[in-house]
């Protein structure tokens, strides 16, 4: 009788949301309602901040020049340096923007450049701009900014709803990140606008990777954000925000609370800051190819997506393949497309989160099942520890992050190297949501330089910052050096049998979650 009276309750909820999901139901406008087209500007070769990059290109003709950030406070000073040398555009997409210190402080910049007159073009994916619509509405209101949003939720209050009502479609994610200035230079990877991206606050810190590129990669990354502009999924964000909506006033001026003054004073002595002073930004000269999903798939397009141009990489691997990914899923044909690789004698390493350190625990659920398997075949697994909070140390040769002891870290970066050659910095993960659901981007790096230069930062740190992975009598352990930053002290190796530093309940969930038929849409 009680099984039966909860049974009904379940099924009068499920009805009654799925009642107000129909009530609620706002159809799209149609995409090209109140929409202008607008391309990418040409540069300007008497530009301050173009005709010393163009310079620089005629003197690396087909190369892309490529600058690398490790540190959080670094590239976002490189974005901020960038809005305040425009002259006269930025185009700047994303798949999530907070409105925390370092999200405010750059719409205060972007809001001062669009008053001296540059055009700021920004495209948001919406799923996680609950919250957000009052300040994209003043940055939308203002003459020389457009704001449009990729695939919008018309429910605006309550977004879960859409999904009952619209789920198909809203699942489907612009992962993307680019931040071009003056069509000459743009910084693309895997970082989004927030405070974990950027160093800033006292929450959990994201290990992250991005790079600023010039020169022959800079038309195709122009050419891209313009196709996804005009995209018929794309929306301006006055036709999707209510009427009712009021906009927020943008201050012009930094906020005087002490955690964005105390962040304003370390951006200031970043690295990037002082080099771009004296004009010693040192970009590495290589061949780079951009790949990029359409952002409206099809099945016409399913042999030239990021996951079908990314496996192509991984099969000519030949002697070593690196790969980090924060939210690892290989899935059953991932699995065996790696193993394969492995039997064939190629060195295979992982990096990923984990449980303890993952900030979706759903994702490690997915993963864990696939450990046992990929340790069998030989691939060497490494989960990052939840304490090894990111610094960067640079070389000439190119970008290199790595790890140190801290508090409350998550790994975010996505790159692979495959043969000390070739090398990716993008928004990909390996995992089916990139693969299906969302739309992604990256570049590809052809410098023996670049990929040695970021496999020795990688592979030197990994036993110190992580738990190395071991399957022995069919079990997974875990195993951890400690005393690693005291020399004079005997390092000593701590084995674990279940998900280190993990709660109880975290690894329950995990376990329980791993049974369900959910793979599909992590």
């Known amino acids: 009788m009680i099984i039966a009276y909860l049974l009904c309750g379940v099924l009068l909820v499920v009805f009654c949301l799925l009642l107000l999901a129909a009530f609620s139901y706002r159809q799209l406008p149609s995409p090209l309602q109140a929409r202008t087209q607008t391309l990418t500007l040409p540069p300007n070769p008497d530009g301050v901040l173009s005709s010393h990059i163009l310079k620089a290109n005629a003197q690396n003709p087909n190369l892309t020049g490529i600058y690398g950030f490790g540190s959080g406070q670094d590239a976002f000073a490189a974005r901020i340096s960038l809005v305040e040398a425009a002259e006269y555009s930025l185009d700047i997409r994303y798949y999530i923007w907070k409105n925390d210190i370092s999200g405010r402080l750059m719409i205060q910049r972007l809001y001062a450049a669009a008053e001296r007159g540059v055009r700021v073009r920004i495209l948001l994916d919406d799923n996680t701009m609950s919250g957000m619509d009052g300040v994209l509405l003043a940055l939308d209101k203002h003459p020389n900014i457009e704001v449009r949003l990729f695939n919008p939720f018309m429910q605006r209050r309550f977004r879960l709803l859409g999904f009952l009502s619209d789920f198909k479609r809203l699942n489907y994610r612009m992962h993307n990140k680019s931040f071009t200035a003056d069509s000459v230079v743009s910084i693309i990877g895997g970082r989004n606008i927030g405070d974990e991206y950027f160093g800033a606050g ?72 002082h080099k771009l002073a004296l004009n010693e930004v040192e970009f590495l000269w290589a061949k780079v190819t951009l790949i990029s999903d359409n952002p409206i798939r099809s099945q016409e397009c399913q042999d030239d997506t990021v996951t079908t141009k990314i496996v192509g990489y991984f099969e000519k691997a030949k002697h070593s393949l690196n790969i980090v990914s924060p939210y690892f899923i290989p899935t059953k044909s991932g699995q065996k497309l790696l193993v394969d690789i492995a039997k064939s004698g190629t060195s295979i390493h992982i990096l990923t989160n984990s449980l303890a350190a993952n900030d979706v625990a759903a994702v490690h659920s997915g993963y864990a099942k696939y450990r046992k398997p990929l340790l069998k075949a030989g691939i060497k697994l490494f989960e990052l520890k939840p304490d090894a909070a990111p610094i960067t140390q640079k070389k000439k040769q190119g970008l290199a992050s790595v790890y140190r002891s801290g508090s409350g870290s998550s790994l975010h970066a996505k790159t692979f190297t495959v043969d000390g050659r070739y090398m990716f910095v993008g928004s990909y993960n390996l995992d089916p949501r990139s693969a299906i659901h ?85």
């Open 202 to 273: 006292d929450g959990i810190m994201f290990a992250d990777m991005d790079v600023a590129v010039i020169g022959d990669v800079m038309n195709a990354l122009n050419d891209d954000f313009d196709q996804y502009w005009a995209s018929d999924i794309v929306y301006p964000a006055s036709t999707i925000i209510p009427s009712s909506t009021k906009p927020i006033t943008i201050q012009t001026t930094p906020l005087e609370d002490d955690a964005t003054q105390t962040y304003i004073k370390q951006v200031r002595q970043s690295d990037y800051v």
């Open 438 to 522: 969302n739309t992604e981007m990256g570049i590809i790096i052809d410098s023996p330089q670049m990929a040695q230069a970021a496999n020795e930062h990688i592979l030197n740190n990994l036993h110190h910052t992580t738990y190395h992975l071991e399957l022995s009598d069919h079990r997974v352990k875990w195993h951890s050096i400690t005393n690693h930053d005291e020399p004079d002290t005997d390092q000593q190796i701590i084995t674990y049998h279940k998900d280190p530093a993990a709660p109880w309940h975290k690894r329950v969930g995990v376990w329980l979650l791993k049974w369900l038929p959910i793979e599909w849409l992590l």
